[in-house]
């Protein structure tokens, strides 16, 4: 299964930026969908997961109240909203296949998509 990570851009501080990540093929209900982002210079951060099944989410504290994970199970497509968007939220954001949420190994990446925020 491929992932297709698309939908960054530029946004201004307090703007709202919603990413997607396509699958190229069937997702188990066992697969965890995660996002993950990455400013040059810093390590990976995990933003947060999805079970494909059961829908089950968890996010890194960061985000709370800020992004929601959905799905799209007739899209095989995961989604990243972001709302109320900081500075500090500018990174490449990626997504990943695993099978336990933040944890690997992961099992195929999308290529990643560049968020910039402004202020």
């Known amino acids: 299964v491929q992932l297709q990570a698309s939908g960054g851009g530029l946004v201004q501080a307090g703007g709202s930026l919603t990413l997607s990540c396509a699958a190229s093929?069937?997702?188990?209900?066992?697969?965890?969908i995660n996002w993950f982002r990455q400013d040059p210079g810093k390590e990976r951060e995990f933003v947060g997961s999805i079970r494909w099944g059961a829908g089950t989410r968890v996010y890194a504290d960061f985000v709370k109240g800020r992004f929601t994970i959905s799905r799209d199970t007739a899209e095989n497509t995961v989604y990243l909203q972001m709302n109320n968007l900081k500075p500090e939220d500018t990174a490449t954001y990626y997504c990943?296949?695993?099978?336990?949420?933040?944890?690997?190994?992961?099992?195929?990446w999308g290529q990643g998509t560049l968020v910039t925020v402004s202020s």
């Open positions: 990943a296949r695993s099978t336990t949420p933040g944890t690997g190994p992961y099992y195929s």
């Open positions: 093929g069937r997702l188990y209900s066992s697969a965890v």
